[in-house]
């Protein structure tokens, strides 16, 4: 087991550093200057060139690219020139909101998809299956952001159960803050728990009719305890890839609801940085999140040897 957590961190690592030179030379390669676009058509040389010195512009591209590898791993993410605060301090902020909107709605769809899912596999053929697949269609071909707007009409505008948009904070309490991130939480939910469900159905369909769930049954085991007891565990390994690929979206991929519900998160902040031109902040950001992402591909891996132990003898 230990081998093969050396193995998947050195895969990590290794991965980071071609995300942040992907990162770098693509914030490189984009035309115009940054600080003449900060700074308007009719700023003076002067002050642009001071600009470019205060960004650290005017570097080559090795030193500029060390310092700013090694700020971040000192955890200096640079200075944000719109909002003039430290970025550490900009992603703490919004952080408070985009990762418990990402937790909660991964939640919804794990809790929603898993059930569903083995319930299709039990009826496989019958109405209800069919149903349930017409459903889960339905689910990944609306936009979330065109389901998003519809929750804010039914249950913000007619009922007025939840606000229209916006964020209280936590200093508010633990139950005002997830009232308002609710309705954002299911739009988001509701389609990765239709991928999830049919994900479900289609590996505990591959699971169940393996040999060993065929001896459980001749053993006298009905489907729902050979399913619960062998089936269930081995199923669950693709489903994990597709949760942790869901975290990543729901974490990274959340601009157009946050744009809709104006959240405060991560997802707007990228947004307003790069219409901005504000390099540091879109830099760091996107470093973060793709740190973000491979973290969870990471953890996947290792639940994926925790899950099936075959797995830990692999090379």
Do not use: C
Request: no cysteine.
């Amino acid at each position: 087991m230990l081998r093969y957590v050396l193995t998947r961190a050195l895969s990590l690592g290794l991965s980071l550093v071609v995300a942040s030179l992907v990162i770098f030379a693509m914030i490189e390669v984009i035309p115009g200057d940054p600080a003449s676009f900060m700074l308007g058509l009719n700023a003076q040389p002067e002050t642009v060139a001071a600009l470019r010195e205060d960004l650290g512009l005017n570097g080559s591209l090795p030193v500029r690219y060390l310092g700013w590898v090694g700020g971040m791993v000192t955890g200096d993410f640079g200075t944000s020139y719109t909002y003039r605060v430290p970025v550490t301090d900009l992603v703490l902020e919004r952080l408070q909101v985009s990762l418990p909107l990402a937790l909660y709605a991964l939640i919804l769809s794990t809790v929603i998809a898993i059930p569903v899912g083995m319930i299709a596999a039990a009826r496989r053929g019958r109405p209800s299956d069919f149903a349930i697949m017409g459903v889960t269609q339905l689910g990944i071909a609306i936009p979330n952001f065109w389901f998003a707007m519809l929750l804010v009409v039914v249950f913000a505008i007619q009922l007025r159960w939840f606000s229209a948009g916006g964020f209280v904070g936590w200093d508010d309490g633990v139950a005002p803050g997830l009232k308002a991130l609710t309705l954002p939480a299911i739009a988001l939910a509701l389609p990765q728990a239709s991928i999830l469900a049919r994900v479900m159905r289609s590996s505990l369909l591959d699971v169940l009719h393996q040999d060993y769930i065929r001896t459980a049954r001749a053993k006298g085991l009905s489907v729902a305890q050979a399913t619960r007891r062998h089936a269930l565990r081995n199923a669950l390994i693709p489903v994990l890839t597709i949760i942790g690929l869901q975290f990543s979206f729901l974490l990274a991929g959340a601009i157009i609801i946050e744009n809709v519900f104006f959240l405060p998160g991560l997802g707007r902040l990228i947004f307003q940085a790069i219409t901005q031109r504000d390099l540091v902040v879109v830099e760091s950001v996107v470093m973060l999140l793709v740190f973000a992402v491979i973290l969870v591909t990471f953890l996947v891996d290792v639940t994926y040897a925790l899950v099936d132990p075959r797995l830990r003898r692999r090379p």
